[in-house]
């Protein structure tokens, strides 16, 4: 037989006796079935073992109660599903610990990946609060922002003072987490700012973060460059003269 049989389960006790049982079954009619503990080694990506299961034609999947509630398990199943042909292509196994034969019992198993929902986004929103960090580089009488990060940063440090030279009241505002992003302190800091430049080494990765930050009340432009390219500082100054002096 030349159709690959892949098993999803979880590796506690009841599911990983039955996934060592089905092994053995279809051993021993000369069928191989694909497992992670034996088609994986030391240092194999699991996650995309994860979604070569998900890409299986045949999948076992041995459904108990700690797979329902497992991560991982569910990953492949929404592998599976996304993959197409879900019913043609997975074989349940159900065990007696698993209670989806009535409505309020699987409605059970909804509450429970709703409450870790909730726990994840508390814990977003404690390190929002606690994680947060950035720079800010003669932002006090500021009347216009550079937002930049990493290299593109570096670069507007220089091109701050440039600018100061000629008069231009202009800061630097360095988020050093991206995410968490620091979106309070960047909106804070745009209540008396006149316009901001999003000083990248992309096209554009950054952009909507800081319009989301400041509102619709302030311009916002970009000044990239990418594949490699490092603008210079003299560059940089006259992109921001160009967008909000010149104009």
Not at 61 to 72: F, G, T
């Given at each position: 037989?030349?159709?690959?049989?892949?098993?999803?389960?979880?590796?506690?006790?009841?599911?990983?006796?039955?996934?060592?049982?089905?092994?053995?079954?279809?051993?021993?009619?000369?069928?191989?079935?694909?497992?992670?503990?034996?088609?994986?080694?030391?240092?194999?990506?699991?996650?995309?073992?994860?979604?070569?299961?998900?890409?299986?034609?045949?999948?076992?999947?041995?459904?108990?109660?700690?797979?329902?509630?497992?991560?991982?398990?569910?990953?492949?199943?929404?592998?599976i599903a996304r993959n197409g042909d879900f019913y043609q292509r997975i074989f349940p196994?159900?065990?007696?610990?698993?209670?989806?034969?009535?409505?309020?019992?699987?409605?059970?198993?909804?509450?429970?990946?709703?409450?870790?929902?909730?726990?994840?986004?508390?814990?977003?929103?404690?390190?929002?609060?606690?994680?947060?960090?950035?720079?800010?580089?003669?932002?006090?009488?500021?009347?216009?922002?550079?937002?930049?990060?990493?290299?593109?940063?570096?670069?507007?440090?220089?091109?701050?003072?440039?600018?100061?030279?000629?008069?231009?009241?202009?800061?630097?505002?360095?988020?050093?987490?991206?995410?968490?992003?620091?979106?309070?302190?960047?909106?804070?800091?745009?209540?008396?700012?006149?316009?901001?430049?999003?000083?990248?080494?992309?096209?554009?990765?950054?952009?909507?973060?800081?319009?989301?930050?400041?509102?619709?009340?302030?311009?916002?432009?970009?000044?990239g460059r990418f594949g490699g390219m490092i603008p210079s500082p003299n560059e940089v100054?006259?992109?921001?003269?160009?967008?909000?002096?010149?104009?």
């Amino acid at each position: 037989m030349n159709q690959q049989v892949y098993i999803s389960y979880n590796w506690q006790e009841d599911s990983n006796e039955m996934a060592n049982q089905l092994v053995q079954a279809f051993a021993a009619k000369g069928i191989e079935i694909i497992r992670d503990k034996t088609h994986t080694s030391y240092k194999d990506s699991i996650k995309n073992f994860m979604r070569q299961i998900g890409q299986g034609k045949c999948v076992v999947a041995v459904i108990s109660d700690r797979y329902l509630k497992s991560e991982n398990c569910m990953f492949e199943l929404v592998e599976i599903a996304r993959n197409g042909d879900f019913y043609q292509r997975i074989f349940p196994i159900i065990l007696p610990d698993a209670r989806i034969h009535k409505d309020f019992e699987r409605i059970d198993y909804l509450k429970y990946w709703e409450g870790e929902k909730a726990k994840l986004q508390a814990k977003y929103k404690q390190i929002e609060e606690s994680e947060v960090r950035f720079e800010k580089i003669d932002c006090d009488d500021a009347e216009y922002l550079f937002v930049a990060y990493g290299t593109s940063a570096r670069i507007c440090q220089k091109v701050v003072k440039m600018a100061r030279a000629k008069g231009i009241k202009i800061g630097l505002f360095r988020p050093i987490t991206l995410w968490p992003y620091p979106t309070k302190e960047l909106n804070r800091l745009s209540e008396n700012i006149r316009g901001i430049l999003s000083v990248e080494m992309s096209a554009g990765q950054m952009i909507e973060d800081v319009k989301l930050a400041v509102g619709n009340d302030i311009k916002v432009e970009h000044y990239g460059r990418f594949g490699g390219m490092i603008p210079s500082p003299n560059e940089v100054l006259n992109a921001f003269e160009e967008k909000f002096i010149k104009k």
